[in-house]
């Protein structure tokens, strides 16, 4: 039984008493019109601007553009999966959106520990989403990490 307990806990992630301001977590990756489809139909935002390329030829983005949450999903994509990773329970976030994401962007998600709360295991994180260098998603995160 001890072996399945030791198997567990090589899923989790980043121990509190680990952790230090300054360090981040990161991923990047590549919108798809797949993506962008798949996020219209789990979440049932059909919104002209991310479906229909005549409609949002007309807007003010030109054409097409993802889903703002689906940027700010790739946050959660480190949270839960890089850095502090799995095990840890994001608790807020805040998120201003402030450019458009197009088919075939990149998208580089980065979480940076800005403040830690050892009474409450606690981390506060700055977060940002950019295309190319350029800010498309930015805010601030509190996630609960596990103690040793």
């Given at each position: 039984m001890s072996d399945q307990n030791n198997s567990f806990e090589e899923f989790?992630?980043?121990?509190?008493?680990?952790?230090?301001?300054?360090?981040?977590?990161?991923?990047?990756?590549?919108?798809?019109?797949?993506?962008?489809?798949?996020?219209?139909?789990?979440?049932?935002?059909?919104?002209?601007?991310?479906v229909n390329e005549e409609l949002a030829a007309a807007s003010m983005f030109g054409g097409r553009i993802a889903h703002g949450m689906l940027s700010a999903g790739f946050i959660s994509t480190v949270f839960g999966t890089k850095f502090p990773g799995p095990g840890c329970i994001y608790?807020?976030?805040?998120?201003?959106?402030?450019?458009?994401?197009?088919?075939?962007?990149?998208?580089?998600?980065?979480c940076t520990i800005k403040e830690l709360t050892p009474e409450k295991r606690k981390a506060k994180f700055d977060t940002?989403?950019?295309?190319?260098?350029?800010?498309?998603?930015?805010?601030?995160?509190?996630?609960?990490?596990?103690?040793r």
């Open positions: 989790y992630g980043s121990k509190f008493e680990d952790l230090q301001v300054g360090q981040s977590g990161v991923y990047a990756r590549t919108v798809t019109e797949a993506d962008i489809l798949a996020f219209a139909g789990v979440t049932g935002d059909f919104n002209p601007v991310h608790l807020s976030q805040t998120l201003k959106f402030k450019a458009p994401v197009k088919i075939g962007d990149t998208v580089v998600a980065r940002v989403c950019t295309v190319r260098g350029k800010v498309v998603v930015e805010g601030e995160a509190d996630i609960m990490v596990p103690a």
